[in-house]
């Protein structure tokens, strides 16, 4: 059974950083985009960000631009997000995904996603 395992979420006060990561069990996904998603309670989940296979591609939602950056490790497997400059408003849990084949990037949505990671609760304090 394919899963998807986050780690390094947490609390930090606002201002500060965070970096999650996200690494696939029972198979390796180097030849796919992956991506992150959040869901704050009460709203709909959000794009955060996607990066492509080669990990040279990325896209960004617009509340994240120029704050978080999407990366992949050394061997293409592992997918990261560095977060900078939290805000309160960055509160959710996070989740790692695995963006079916042929899905455009750049206009990334829930339905595009075949596999979701479990979730990592972000808190960012005033």
């Known amino acids: 059974q394919v899963q998807l395992v986050e780690s390094g979420g947490g609390m930090v006060q606002a201002g500060g950083s965070l970096r999650l990561s996200c690494a696939p069990s029972?198979?390796?996904?180097?030849?796919?985009?992956m991506a992150w998603f959040r869901q704050a309670p009460g709203k709909e989940r959000e794009f955060v960000a996607d990066v492509g296979a080669s990990g040279v591609t990325t896209y960004y939602g617009d509340s994240v631009k120029g704050r978080f950056t999407i990366s992949r490790g050394n061997a293409k497997n592992t997918v990261y997000l560095q977060m900078h400059s939290l805000k309160p408003e960055d509160t959710a849990v996070y989740y790692c995904?695995?963006?079916?084949?042929?899905?455009?990037?750049?206009?990334?949505?829930?339905?595009?996603?075949?596999?979701w990671g479990q979730g990592t609760q972000v808190t960012v304090s005033s």
């Open positions: 029972g198979r390796t996904f180097i030849n796919y985009a």
């Open positions: 995904a695995k963006v079916r084949a042929g899905a455009g990037l750049q206009l990334l949505s829930a339905p595009d996603v075949e596999y």
